[in-house]
């Protein structure tokens, strides 16, 4: 999926000018200009299932799904393939940054993910006109607050279920704690509901980029034993694309009509109909079956 990063970092890039770059040109000057690139992001993320035949089929959208999570929690191990586990992928895909060269281009091409954090920032309505660096100092306050409330969340040790009752106390405090403390920066001060958006706008490719810089100097995480959590953050990461991927599959799938009628747009019509008496024999022979 690391090829899916790119797509989906383009079309972050395209909310961020819906949101902040327009202005002066209008809603018609926007659309003009970027329906071609959004075109391109969507084709790159769901060509897959546009142009297979059973692509929005809800039994093999069940499948699917059910592969991938078991792909995404599977333990990686020695002589497990990237295409059976999602920990061995993952080493795969860092094979190309193992030489000092590639570590350093690493580094500055991660670079430029924290500069969607700091053009957000300045734009939301809680900072005014204040273009001081304290207040995007500030946001990486935050930002660390946040990776340290996920690793509470995701701390599991194996020890006594004392010690787990006490945690799961904890992590109930923090949730509602957290909650309380959004509802009132929200209520006191000129935090507003689209500044909400906005900060996990910023922080989504900040994170990554972070993530970015943990895995390319992984001796360093490997020494300071952060690099199980450096794991579990990437393993997040792939689940919330995951599901950006899947949601609108799923949802166009529960509809039987949009299957028949992308067959039959995308494909002649003997295969159409050769299709659908697949299906219908597919379905009487599970219902024989049962």
């Known amino acids: ?27 018609v000057t926007y659309v003009l ?3 071609s690139s959004w075109f391109l992001v969507i084709s790159w993320l769901f060509a897959p299932y546009i142009f297979n035949p059973s692509g929005f089929e809800w039994q093999k959208t069940v499948e699917d799904f059910d592969d991938w999570t078991s792909w995404l929690l599977y ?16 080493l795969e895909e860092q094979m190309h940054i193992q030489t000092l060269r590639g570590r350093i281009l690493e580094t500055i091409l991660s670079a430029r ?6 053009g957000v920032v300045y734009k939301l309505h809680l900072t005014g006109d204040d273009t001081s660096l304290a207040i995007y100092g500030f946001s990486w306050v935050v930002l660390v607050g946040f990776v340290l409330i996920f690793k509470i969340f995701t701390y599991s040790p194996k020890k006594s279920a004392d010690f787990q009752l006490v945690l799961r106390f904890l992590q109930g405090v923090v949730s ?28 989504i490719p900040t994170g990554w980029g972070i993530l970015s810089l943990a895995i390319t100097w992984k001796g360093i995480m490997n020494r300071l034993g952060l690099w199980d959590s450096v ?7 792939d689940a919330g694309m995951g599901m950006i991927i899947f949601s609108p599959i799923a949802f166009l799938s529960w ?15 003997a295969f159409s109909r050769g299709l659908e008496i697949s299906l219908i024999l597919s379905g009487n022979k599970a219902n024989v079956e049962t």
Do not use: H
């Not at 993910?113 to 700091?118: A, E, G, P, R, S």
């Not at 957290?178 to 922080?203: G, K, R, Y």
């Not at 039987?256 to 019509?269: C, E, V």
């Open 255 to 269: 509809f039987p009509f949009i299957s028949t009628f992308q067959s039959r747009l995308l494909f002649n019509q």
């Open 1 to 27: 999926m690391s090829v899916q990063y790119n797509r989906l970092e383009v079309a972050l890039l395209l909310i961020v000018y819906i949101a902040y770059g327009y202005a002066e040109g209008g809603a």
């Open 75 to 90: 333990k990686g191990g020695v002589g497990v393939k990237g295409e059976n586990s999602w920990e061995s992928w993952w």
């Open 33 to 35: 200009l970027t329906l």
């Open 176 to 203: 509602i704690g957290l909650v309380a403390a959004v509802c009132l920066v929200v209520a006191f001060t000129q935090l507003s509901i689209p500044d909400l958006f906005a900060s996990i706008l910023a922080f």
């Open 113 to 118: 993910f924290f500069l969607f954090q700091y």
């Open 231 to 237: 794991r579990e953050f990437a393993r997040m990461y």
